[in-house]
């Protein structure tokens, strides 16, 4: 049970880092931060070890929470990003048709 807590415990401290990653707009690092949350899940499914043990590690560590606000914080880039992106391809769009309706008046 130890092992799986030492994991628990690294896997808390990769996904606090990823949650500074996401806070600070820091795109570059998320994909080795994810990979290495991979590697400890992988390392993790190795051990025999029960249900209740690893909830009880979990609730001890309040990895529910974490999971939950780095899936929110996410979340909410996501939709940035998204609205970021419409918004470009509206002001795209717009030029695109005022370009056309200068060509057909100087014509």
């Known amino acids: 049970m130890e092992l799986l807590k030492d994991c628990l415990e690294k896997y808390k401290d990769i996904t606090a880092q990823l949650l500074a990653s996401v806070e600070n707009d820091d795109f570059d690092g998320l994909q080795a931060h994810l990979n290495n949350r991979q590697k400890i899940i992988d390392t993790i499914n190795q051990y025999n070890y029960t ?11 309040q990895l529910e929470k974490l999971e939950e606000r780095i899936q929110l914080l996410m979340e909410n880039k996501r939709n940035e990003l998204k609205g ?24």
């Open 84 to 107: 970021h992106i419409q918004e470009v391809s509206a002001n795209k769009n717009a030029r695109k048709i005022a370009y056309k309706e200068k060509n057909i008046e100087i014509s």
């Open 51 to 61: 249900q209740q043990e690893f909830q009880q590690i979990c609730k001890e560590l």
